[in-house]
């Protein structure tokens, strides 16, 4: 059987064109993939006889224009290693665009970065997840490996439903569950599914939750939040309202769980006018106080829809949520997910599923909640020492607290913090414009975000940025 281009060994794109000659052409391709990053240093290029047959030239064009490169420094070449890109070879141009300045030059990427959303990924379990990884692949069979179906793979709901059951007080059957690509796809196919009219949120959110459901045809409207959490008994007021968006564990952003009365109100409602409360229970594992609160759909699993995610508890990266429906939302939203959305990585799911009955979630759970505890207790204790007169709100819970400011500071605490290279949100970047006006300040601080190796840093400059107190505080 002849050669053929498929056959041959790694591949590279090189355009030969310019003028003299096709050895020219290949020198200066050659150099020009190596100047600008696109072959970086010690990176093995084709056998010379490979690329020779991938080009359509002669194989001692290839090996001269190698050795020329070799000579000037460019390329290496080693018996029984082949031919590399030099280790030092001319700095990788960096686009103008990754080079932008911030303020006073400052460079767009902070230092440390305090903003809420995400977890410590440094913490996540490579390890642990590997060993399930192999297990599971082992045990699926074969059918596992094909496009998949909209519900998810039956052994990560099968496993859920007991989780969710055992941890969160939800009651959860395999065929109510959904699992998506990520809270956003779980919000978006719900939207949809509820057809017209207008969905309630809290008046402290995300505003890409808000995008989210207008996308999908609705309207929304806000709920109140104060020390209690959402104002439920607003919903009895509001006309065309479908659904109510909550995070009764705790609230995002101000930190407060929503009180058993308020609790009470939202399933009332929901039971009066056959309305739906999406409960985005988004970090209720990590209580630091107590037990944590059972869930809202635990009270009534027929007006209540259950989401959860990977996102918090493990990464964001994995693209892992999931949805406990009431029996008459399970058909709507399937058909919905069904004409092309996207589907979670099947062996993803499978891990998970792995990682859930072997315990190694439970672990790993522990261990976090160990260190977002020492960072919560660290943090209160600086601020208790070195800024008596910034105290913290909320609950101990969640990977973010809230710091109480002086009346008209947040806004320039956050820019001095910017200027120093921390990146800081403050609480009103995240109060819907449509609510009525709120004269609160605070700052959002994710001490779940650092890596622990950075995290002492990062709260140094934290209290730096913080506005000094009146003596005596």
Request: overall charge positive; glycine content about 10%.
């Amino acid at each position: 059987m002849g050669n053929s281009w498929a056959t041959f060994g790694r591949d590279l794109h090189l355009d030969l064109t310019g003028p003299g000659g096709l050895r020219a052409a290949l020198l200066r391709a050659l150099r020009d993939a190596v100047r600008s990053g696109r072959l970086t240093p010690g990176t093995r290029l084709p056998s010379s006889r490979s690329l020779a047959a991938d080009l359509g030239i002669a194989r001692n064009t290839v090996a001269d224009a190698y050795a020329e490169l070799v000579a000037e420094g460019w390329l290496s070449a080693r018996q029984g290693s082949g031919t590399r890109v030099a280790a030092r070879v001319l700095p990788r141009a960096t686009p103008a665009a990754r080079r932008t300045p911030g303020p006073a030059g400052h460079a767009d990427r902070p230092r440390f970065d305090l903003t809420p959303g995400t977890p410590d990924v440094s913490a996540f379990p490579r390890t642990a997840w590997l060993a399930a990884a192999r297990r599971a692949l082992t045990a699926a069979p074969s059918e596992a490996f094909g496009y998949g179906t909209p519900r998810g793979r039956p052994e990560l709901r099968t496993v859920l439903a007991d989780y969710l059951a055992r941890a969160r007080g939800v009651r959860a059957d395999p065929d109510r569950i959904v699992i998506c690509a990520g809270f956003m796809q779980g919000l978006a196919l719900l939207s949809r599914a509820l057809g017209t009219g207008r969905l309630a949120v809290e008046s402290y959110g995300l505003d890409f939750h808000r995008s989210v459901i207008t996308r999908a045809g609705l309207g929304t409207v806000p709920l109140t939040v104060d020390e209690r959490g959402a104002r439920t008994e607003e919903l009895a007021a509001l006309d065309g309202v479908r659904a109510a968006l909550l995070t009764p564990a705790h609230q995002f952003p101000t930190g407060a769980p929503l009180h058993p009365d308020r609790r009470a109100a939202a399933v009332n409602w929901a039971r009066s006018t056959g309305g739906f409360i999406l409960e985005d229970d988004y970090d209720g594992e990590f209580r630091y106080d107590r037990q944590p609160v059972g869930a809202l759909q635990g009270l009534d699993a027929d007006h209540v829809v259950y989401l959860g995610t990977a996102s918090k508890s493990l990464a964001p990266a994995l693209r892992l949520s999931w949805m406990v429906l009431p029996d008459r939302l399970v058909d709507p939203v399937l058909a919905l997910k069904g004409t092309g959305e996207w589907q979670s990585g099947t062996l993803d799911q499978l891990t998970l599923a792995e990682f859930l009955s072997s315990g190694a979630y439970d672990r790993h759970l522990r261990g976090m909640r160990l260190r977002y505890r020492r960072r919560r207790d660290q943090l209160v204790a600086a601020l208790a020492d070195r800024a008596p007169h910034v105290h913290v709100s909320g609950i101990a819970a969640g990977l973010h607290a809230v710091l109480e400011l002086p009346p008209g500071t947040e806004q320039s605490i956050v820019q001095g913090a910017h200027w120093q290279g921390l990146a800081l949100e403050g609480l009103s970047r995240f109060h819907d414009p449509s609510a009525p006006p709120a004269s609160r300040d605070a700052l959002v601080v994710a001490y779940g975000t650092p890596p622990d190796h950075s995290f002492t840093n990062a709260l140094d400059a934290l209290l730096r940025a913080l506005p000094p107190g009146e003596p005596g505080e």
